[in-house]
Nanobody, 124 residues
Framework: VQLQASGGGLVQAGGSLRLSCAASGSIFSRYAMGWFRQAPGKEREFVAAISRLGESIYYKDSVKGRFTISRDNAKNTVYLQMNSLKPEDTAVYYC??????????????????WGQGTLVTVSS
């Protein structure tokens, strides 16, 4: 599966952005999907994940109540709605696909396919 992330940009603290990740080349509903981020000088970290049919959702504690992950299997797309953004949310955001038949990955090594990343910059 090929993944294409978009929607990043520069936003002031307190603002919102919506990231999208379009998938192609395979049956999208076979994959659990996740969003990760990597800030300069830091390791890639989990942000949010959603199961194949959307019935199970997981978030990093620091984004709970501010970020919402969703998916539209008819459009082969997963979204990350980010509200109340903070400067510490600044990072390159990556979408990823987990091809295991069960479960939802919460760590990068559980994911098999990655998008190219989209930069989110939150100014104070």
């Amino acid at each position: 599966v090929q993944l294409q992330a978009s929607g990043g940009g520069l936003v002031q603290a307190g603002g919102s952005l919506r990231l999208s990740c379009a998938a192609s080349g395979s049956i999208f509903s076979r994959y659990a999907m996740g969003w990760f981020r990597q800030a300069p000088g830091k390791e890639r970290e989990f942000v949010a994940a959603i199961s194949r049919l959307g019935e199970s959702i997981y978030y990093k504690d620091s984004v709970k109540g501010r970020f919402t992950i969703s998916r539209d299997n008819a459009k082969n797309t997963v979204y990350l709605q980010m509200n109340s953004l903070k400067p510490e949310d600044t990072a390159v955001y990556y979408c990823a696909a987990d091809q295991r038949p069960y479960g939802v990955g919460l760590t990068p090594h559980e994911y098999d396919y990655w998008g190219q990343g989209t930069l989110v910059t939150v100014s104070s």
